[in-house]
Structure formats: C-alpha cells, structure tokens
C-alpha cells in the first residue's frame, strides 16, 4: 500500500521507523548488525561546529524502566564528519539525518550552511532540547522566540527538510512546535530526554558525573505519547515520535498518537537490532491488518 | 555480529558471592581481554545489558565469573542450568597475546581475574612464554578461580590483605618483590581502578609496558551511546567499550576513581586514601 503521509518536506521515507540521534553512533556501528539502508532514516549524534569531547564520567546509570544519561554532546565536530563518516554512510547506502547542535540561532546557521550540499546527508534535525549543554540547548528550546530563531537561521542556510527537535521541559510544547512550523520547519520531533538525578545512597553522591541527566526508555513513553498526541494536533506538519520505543507494538501506539515516523532510542543500547525489529514487526502488523501507514497516523479513536 | 541466545550449562557458587557460569551456544571467535554484553531473558528490567569479561572460552562455551553487585549480577548469578542467557560479543580490545620468549607479570584483583586467567589459558595453548602471576584480594574468598589460575600460569603468588590465603599484605607489594627478583618484558593487570593505578605507576616506574583492563559504567558496549569515557592522557577521554577495556596504562589518567564511585566501598575507600593517605591499593573498586 502506498503512502502519501511518510514524508519530512521534499524527502521521501522509505518507511516510518528512524534511529534516534545519540543511540546509534554515526549509524555505521550498526552496520555491522544489519543494512542500516532498510531503516527509514539514520540520525546521527548531534554535530557541533567544533569537536566536543563531552561530560566527566560517570555519564550513564540505569534508573526504573530507562536510564539516565549525561554525555554532554560529545562529538566529532561538523566537519571530521562530513569527512570520515558521509562518505561510509553513503556508500551504506544510509539515508542520513544529521542531528544539529547549535548553542545560537548563528551556529545552527553556519552548521546548516556546512552540510548543505553534502551528497549523502538528506535532511537535518535541530537539537533545540539538549538538557546536557549548559548553554543553549534547553535555554534556545524551551521558549517559542528563541526556537523560531534558530530554525528560522538555519532555514535560510538550506533547501534540506528541516526537523526541529523539541524539548519536552516547557509548559505548552505545542507553541514551540508552532514556532517551529512557522519558521520553516518540514516536521517536528518529540521527544528528547527529560532531566532527572538518581543519588547513590551508600556514597551519598550524585550517580552521575554531571549530577543531572536526561531521563530516556521506557519510562518517558506515555509523556511522549502524550505530547505527540498534542503536537500532532496543533501543527499541519508531520511529527516524529520518539521516547521509550522498544518493540513494534510501541511504535503502533506512537503512530496511532499521530506520530508519522518513529525513532528507535535506548532500546538499540539492548538489542544492536532493535530499530530492524520494530520496522519489521510493524510491517507484518500492518500487512495483517491490511492497512497502510496512512492508516494508522493519528487514528486513535476518542469518543466524544 | 548479534545478540545470541546462549544456555546455561554449567553452575557453581563460590563463597563470597562469586558464581561461576558455562555458557553454551554458537561458537564465537574471542581473544583473550575481550567481554560479552549480558542479560537473561527477564524482559525489560533491568533494562541494559551488563559487561562481563570472558573468563574462558573452550569451543561454543564461554565461562563467566559473576560478582553479585546490584540486581543485574544478582539476576546472572542466579540462573539456573537450562536457562538462556542473551550473549553480546565478543566486544572490545584484547591483550597482546603472549610472546614465546617473553616473560609477562600479570597482577590481577579480585573478579579482574577473569580476562587473565583466559589470557594465562590461551598463552599455555599457545605454547607462550613465561606468565607470572600475582592474584590479591581482601581474603581467602576473594580469590576466586585461584585453583585455575595456578594451573594455567607458570606460577602464582597469592595475597590477601587478611592473610587468610597466601601472603599478607598488597598485590602492589608482591609486584614490588617480583619486579626485583626476576627480570620481565612487560606488565598486564585487570582489577579494582585504585590497584590498577598503583600497578600502572610502578610498571611506569620500572619503565616496563603495561596493559590494563578497564571498567566504566556502560550502556551499549559498542561505541554507540559515548557512556563509557574515562579521562585520557591526551585531553580528552578514551570510551572503554571500544578504545578498550585493554589499553595502554600510560593513556589513562590514574587520578581519583572517576566519582561517583563503582563499588560498594569505593567512596569510602576514597575519602580514606584522601584523609590519611593510606596506600592507593588499599581496598577499592568493586572487583576486589
Ligand atoms: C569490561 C568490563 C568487564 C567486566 N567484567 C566483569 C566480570 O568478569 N565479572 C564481574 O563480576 N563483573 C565484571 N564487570 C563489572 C560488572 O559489569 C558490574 O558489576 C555489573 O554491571 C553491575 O551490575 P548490577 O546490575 O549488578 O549492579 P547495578 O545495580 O547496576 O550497580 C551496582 C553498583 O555497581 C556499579 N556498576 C554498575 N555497572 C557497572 C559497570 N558496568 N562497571 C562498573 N561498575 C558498575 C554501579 O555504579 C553501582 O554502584 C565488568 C565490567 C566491565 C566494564
Ligand atoms: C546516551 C544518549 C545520547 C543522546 N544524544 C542525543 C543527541 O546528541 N542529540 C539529540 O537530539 N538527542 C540525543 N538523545 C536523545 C534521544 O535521541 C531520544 O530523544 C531520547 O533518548 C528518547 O528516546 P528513547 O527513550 O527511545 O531513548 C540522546 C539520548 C541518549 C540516551
Ligand atoms: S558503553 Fe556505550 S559507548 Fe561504550
């Protein structure tokens, strides 16, 4: 069955499940594990203008049901690589989203401008909802002026679909995800972690290095529901849904919330081939029930 | 590469919370140093799969020597014969195989005995050189797997802080004495982060290589989440996961414990070593 729905601006997506950004490398480690080329996009870590070499450990712990995580945006920086990874994505046959991180709507900018046009990077996401970042990040995210801002720089940088990654942390997510749409972003995406702390009570000491850390699995998956619920409801574009996916069934939901695609988390950190999982029970799923995607984005049935 | 099912065919519990596993499924091709991501198949909690090294690996079957530390070891620690076991691996570096002419000093603590007992295995089978071992531990029953070692090294000095097994006293110490006595090429060690730091300085000292075995906290184990950094000679970090677990002492910076701690008493032992400046291999991370 065709659909009409799975696209992010002028891209095509060859089906409605991606890899999240930070939970899979470059996308080429998972290579190893199976045709990242199947998946409908790879999203890469976010991508500083300069290296980053990130938090001081520890950066991760387990926390109920997901974990929590403080890498701090480490990095190989905007240009090592369009140099060392694009061309072993392309040759992936890897249809690329290269997560953005700017700390001002001028770095969203001249990333923007560094990878458009860059044969094999196919559309870009803005992080706009970093809680690890002490500057920008949360602060550029959280507020509807400073959102359209930076997509509106980065915008004006290139033709590439746009996706602007919302953060979770604000009281009406729905407004910065209009803000978004009204600075020319093709899709949203909701959502990124949410700050949390977890105290080793032997030690007395904060379990991470950072002591805070954004919260991701399967915990975070009725907010995101939730907001994609909302989200999808307030904006015309498309919106990705992402938190706490672990198997197909979870995908179905988040579609069924309005989600036009998913991304695959924490749950890759489990199962190297979690993502192929999820776009492989969702097709037989589908199949089954002799319906297409266009079928299941924002079919939840309220009754009223 | 794949998350394979593997089964539990073989059990046996050590005093002091050790249990030892064989595991069997298809055979695998490891190097000695490597590790295996671990879960059961109890769903999705705990969630992560968690770092073992290989203690062992004899055709399809891998032994693994299990410290109980929180729920995730305690739930490994406890299965039974027959259950499955989902095995990630082999992941990460290994060490340098063993050289026929070489004499090798391997100063292992506590559950770090794991990826050198595979390492003295593997140098016998292959006909290596001289390994010598020294295998420290607060007491007679932190020495797990000692009778295997001993069979497996060329020879073996036993320490407990205790003196209720072998000398009493530090595996630093031992290293000392070995270090005068004989001449060696080179060093390799794998144990709690304070005694590996005290090794790796005294190898520096004696102007000797040395390969140590890492342990971080990690979430994936293979290069995707950047979780597992620890901070590196250079600026920057090394990811543990893949630059390691072994690498070269001489890239890590051997400061404190990356805080918070790994272990149960490593925060205290810490605070210790700050306030009275005790030996830095007193006690330690969780491996002792
Ligand atoms: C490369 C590598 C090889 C290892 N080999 C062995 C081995 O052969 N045998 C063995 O018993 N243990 C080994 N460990 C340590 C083992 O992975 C941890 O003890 C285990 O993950 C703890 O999980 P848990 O659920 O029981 O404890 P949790 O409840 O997760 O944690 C309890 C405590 O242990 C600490 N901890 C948790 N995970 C790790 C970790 N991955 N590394 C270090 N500390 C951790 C936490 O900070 C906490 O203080 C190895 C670790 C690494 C990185
Ligand atoms: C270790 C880790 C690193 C992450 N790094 C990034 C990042 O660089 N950029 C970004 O936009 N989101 C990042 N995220 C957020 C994820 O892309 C995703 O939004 C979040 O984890 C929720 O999904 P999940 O529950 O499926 O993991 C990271 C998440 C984790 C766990
Ligand atoms: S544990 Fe994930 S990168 Fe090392």
Known sequence: MKSERLRIGTLKLRNPVLTASGTCGYGLELARYFDIAVLGAICTKGLSLEPRKGNPPPRTCETPAGMLNSIGLANVGVEAFVRDKVPDLRAAGATVMANVLGTSPEEFHRIAARLDGVEGVHALELNLSCPNVKEGGLKIGTDPGGVREAVAAARAATKRPIVAKLSPETADVCSLARAAADAGADAVSVMNTIRGMSIDIRTRRPRLGNILGGLSGPAIRPIAVRLVFEVSRAVSIPVIGVGGILRWEDAVEMMLAGATAVQIGTASFVNPRAALDVLQGLEAWRRAQKCGYDDIIGAVRIDS | ?288
Request: charged share 20%; net charge neutral.
């Open chain 2, 1 to 288: 590469m794949k998350v394979a099912p593997f089964h539990v065919v073989h059990r046996k519990a050590l005093p002091g919370g050790y249990v030892i596993l064989r595991l069997s499924g298809e055979a695998l091709e490891c190097e000695p140093g490597q590790f295996v991501m671990l879960r059961g198949d109890w769903g999705f909690s705990p969630l992560l799969p968690r770092p073992f090294s290989l203690a062992l690996v004899e055709g399809p079957d891998l032994t693994i020597l299990v410290k109980v530390i929180g729920e995730g070891s305690k739930r490994l620690a406890a299965a039974q014969r027959g259950d499955v076991v989902l095995v990630h691996g082999p992941l990460g570096t290994s060490f340098r195989r063993v050289a026929p002419d070489e004499r090798v000093l391997m100063v292992g603590g506590g559950v770090g005995i794991a990826p050198l007992l595979y390492l003295a295995q593997a140098s016998r089978s292959a006909a290596g050189g001289g390994l010598v071992g020294v295998y420290g531990g607060r007491s007679r029953r932190d020495l797990p797997m000692a009778a295997e070692l001993a069979a497996a090294a060329e020879s073996v000095t036993f320490v407990t802080e205790d003196g209720t097994a072998g000398e009493k006293g530090l595996a630093s110490r031992a290293m000392v004495e070995h270090l005068a006595r004989t001449p060696f090429d080179r060093v390799v060690t794998c144990g709690p982060w304070a005694m590996m730091a005290t090794v790796a300085r005294l190898a520096a000292e004696a102007g000797l290589p040395c390969e140590v075995s890492l342990e971080a906290m990690m979430a994936c184990g293979y290069g995707i989440c950047l979780g597992c950094a620890l901070p590196a000679t250079d600026g920057g970090y090394v990811y543990a996961c893949t630059d390691g677990p072994v690498i070269d002492a001489g890239r890590i910076v051997w400061g404190d414990q990356p805080e918070p701690s790994l272990g149960t008493e490593a925060g205290k032992d810490r605070k210790k070593r700050e306030g009275s400046g005790t030996p830095a291999d007193k006690k330690g991370g969780k491996r002792t």
